[in-house]
């Protein structure tokens, strides 16, 4: 539950949740031999959620059920399945929840054009405010604020 | 008693505060200027009642008062002192009570430090200080009390959790609500200036040291949090997009948005709307950052059931300051009469990018963040954002904000000359081309993101350099002069350079470390080398020993290169029999380019122990980039201009006013 924990704590000290043990998360005895079958095997679990913590991968965490789907994502893998169909095969059986990635769908299409939605809007207002703004500088003259402090000031009663 | 005593001096910072935001109020309004010096007055009583508050409930805790609930549940008679008194903030009660104790003493810093401020804009920002104040005040006596006896006292308390008995995460807080709770000022200035409807450059000018405060200390807590989650939790992480640290990142960008379009308010009276909304919403977002993280509606919506009163509460608060703002903004903002023209190609419009863009990482945050809880909301469904989304949504705009900080210091004020800046941009890209080329050659490459981030980096800190070379005559003067132009440059100039040099620097630092790292977790015997990157770790041995309040097991781990020794590293593993918990502690070795980093695990019971082992290339970069943004702030304060803008109160009677 390391994610968990520095969830908690990063934040500040606030919200002070019964804690867990922070024990070292992957046990050497699952790890494949090939060292490039084993990172494709920490990206694959770096996507997928730990479905007993609040927000930690099953690559980071130590519960049972995120050390049953390692096992299950190098299975997989040894039977010759992509990432995706990994995902795939993972989030059929517990849900959209797993996937720390969402995917693309009708319920996430907002989420994902967030980015270029904001830029886009951000763009647009941008740039019709530097096209509108006239091109001339107002004259400044005094508030009728400041104008009655100067005469306050002029008739010497001072400010404070 | 003393702890009754503090119950008292809180209600008392109440009473206070009320006064504080309806006499000077009314006497603005009204015209009468002693009502309005009320604020001084209300502003240091308050001070002193919140004060005495805290320093009754850390009396509590330094002297273990068990029947005082949270110490109870939060204390230990056998804790070491540091961690009994920084336990006073380590719970919900006792951070809401440092929270306010930031609020006042902001309160009081304006009064004392601002007296340079006309009395009518010193007191109704003092009074909308008071205003925010008392809804804290009542969350607090209301809903969670820190004063509460126990009616049967236990013999010892239940002690605090270990993972935060750690100096690096004690002092995390305090500077954390230094930043969150400072922007409050940002935002009482800007509910002032629309009350009082005065907003020109001064008043720009006298909001801006407590934006910087605010802001250094922000960016000092969330590194500081960083650091700690990076040595402590064992292994290696530092940042994972955790809705908490969101909430903490989210007025963080704004308030860098704030900063630098207040900038254009005081030099160019320009952006004035747009500064005041920003304002706004810096503090909202903390206020927003509070009640995520207060009410426990991020663990789940369930968990927001489960407790309503206090979640309620601050909703409550939320919406009432926010809602009253924006209202208030909507109301009068039409009556602002915006100054200074500029061309397109322009400081203004560099600094209104940097805006755009920081605002919408920021919304990507928000929108991040929230989405997971608004859809459970709207239709049950359970989804998770997490890391993968972030890094995919935010970087981009982050990557592309770096490169617009590298060119905005090349435009000047009005209106640049676009064939100079183009020029000037184009030998920043061969420069930092040419030097990418050469990381290449020495580290190899390993990604493509990667190397698109290393060039990004690498512009920001060319262009900063080139800047600040052309800002003092480089090339064409003797280094003499350009020495002696250095030190005389002022310190608001040094303020950016150490701002964006250290961005480049952490941005630098968190490349290298994501693409560049090593890392081995296997099972070692004691005696046994394993290769990591460059580097060779050797386990000697194991010692168990006991601290003040544990056990821990100590390894030795010694580390070669090419067959000599570089450091011997000292990971542990501590058992707390009180809270009945262990902790990790790193063994690291900072070196110039980046950690050597072992963590011991379990004994596998053959004699062996489950070791990580780690180099993490570019790692000390981030810490001292992050030092360096937030120092920034610090150096930007003591220039001149603001000095003036806060001066002493000997001035302060001998200057009418502005």
Known sequence: MIRHLSACLLSAAILMLSLSIPALALDPGEMFDNPAQEARARDIGRQLRCLKCRNQSIFDSNAGIAKDLRVVVRERMIEGDSDSEILAYVSERFGDYVLLKPRMAAHTYALWSAPLVLLGLGSFFLIMYLRGRPLTARAQVLSDEDRARAQHLLDGEGSQ | ???????????????????????????????????????????????????????????????????????????????????????????????????????????????????????????????????????????????????????????????????????????????????????????????????????????????????????????????????????????????????????????????????????????????????????????????????????????????????????????????????????????????????????????????????????????????????????????????????????????????????????????????????????????????AAAVLGLVLLVAGLRDPVGLLGVFIALWLAVATLQDLAVRIGLPGVKPDVALRRIIGLPRSAWGLYLGHGGLAIAAAGVIAVSVWKSEVIQTVQPGERIAVGPYAFVLDGIENTTGPNYQTSIATVEVFRDGTLVSTLKPERRWYPVEQKPTTEAGIRTLWHGDLYAVLGDPNGGGGFVMRYYYNPGVPWMWLGALLISLSALVSLSDRRLRVGAPSRSRAALQPAE
């Not at chain 2, 000022?185 to 409807?197: E, N, R």
């Not at chain 2, 608060?317 to 903004?329: D, E, N, P, R, S």
């Open chain 2, 1 to 431: 008693m003393i702890v009754e005593l503090g119950h008292f001096a809180l209600i008392l910072a109440l009473v206070a505060s009320i006064i504080q935001a309806c006499v000077p109020l009314w006497g603005m309004l009204r015209g009468n200027a002693s009502a309005m010096q009320v604020a001084d007055r209300a502003a240091e009583v308050q001070f002193l009642g919140i004060a005495t508050a805290f320093g009754a409930l850390t009396y509590a805790f330094v002297v273990s008062d068990f029947s005082v609930r949270i110490a109870a549940l939060n204390s230990h008679s056998a804790k070491p002192m540091l961690y009994k008194v920084t336990g006073v903030w380590a719970n919900h009660e006792g951070s809401m009570l440092l929270w306010v104790l930031m609020l006042a003493l902001f309160g009081v810093l304006i009064s004392l430090f601002g007296r340079m401020i006309p009395v009518r804009m010193r007191s109704t920002v003092l009074s909308v200080q008071g205003m925010i104040g008392i809804g804290f005040y009542l969350f607090i006596l209301l809903t969670s009390n820190p004063f509460e006896r126990v009616a049967m006292p236990p013999l010892d308390g239940q002690g605090m959790n270990p993972l935060l008995q750690d100096p690096g995460v004690a002092f995390h807080p305090p500077l954390l609500y230094l930043g969150y709770v400072g922007f409050s000022t940002a935002f009482s200035f800007a509910v002032a200036a629309l009350i009082t409807g005065r907003i020109d450059p001064a008043w720009a000018r006298w909001m801006r040291p407590w934006i910087l405060i605010a802001w250094s200390g922000l960016t000092a807590g969330i590194a500081l949090g960083s650091w700690w989650a990076y040595y402590e939790l064992g292994w290696g992480g530092f940042w994972f997009w955790d809705p908490v640290e969101n909430a903490s990142f989210m007025p963080w960008l704004i308030g860098t948005a704030l900063l630098h379009s207040a900038i254009v308010v005081e030099k160019r009276n320009a952006l004035l709307k747009w500064t005041i909304l920003l304002a706004i919403l810096t503090f909202s977002l903390s206020l927003i950052g509070t009640f995520l993280v207060r009410s426990g509606i991020l663990t789940s919506v369930h968990a927001f059931a489960t407790d309503p009163e206090r979640g309620a509460f601050i909703l409550l608060l939320l919406a009432l300051y926010i809602g009253a703002a924006l209202v208030l903004f909507a109301w009068r903002s039409p009556q602002i009469n915006e100054g200074g023209v500029f061309a397109i190609w322009s400081r203004e419009t560099g600094l209104l990018v940097n805006n755009l863009l920081m605002a919408a990482g920021c919304g990507v945050v928000f929108v991040g963040t929230l989405y997971p809880l608004a859809l459970e909301l709207i239709n049950g469904a359970k989804i998770s954002v997490g890391a993968p989304y972030f890094n995919q949504a935010f970087l981009p705009i982050f990557g592309i904000a770096m490169l617009a900080a590298g060119i905005g210091p090349f435009l000047s004020w009005k209106r640049a000359r676009r064939a100079v800046v183009l020029r000037r941009a184009a030998l920043t890209a061969i420069v």
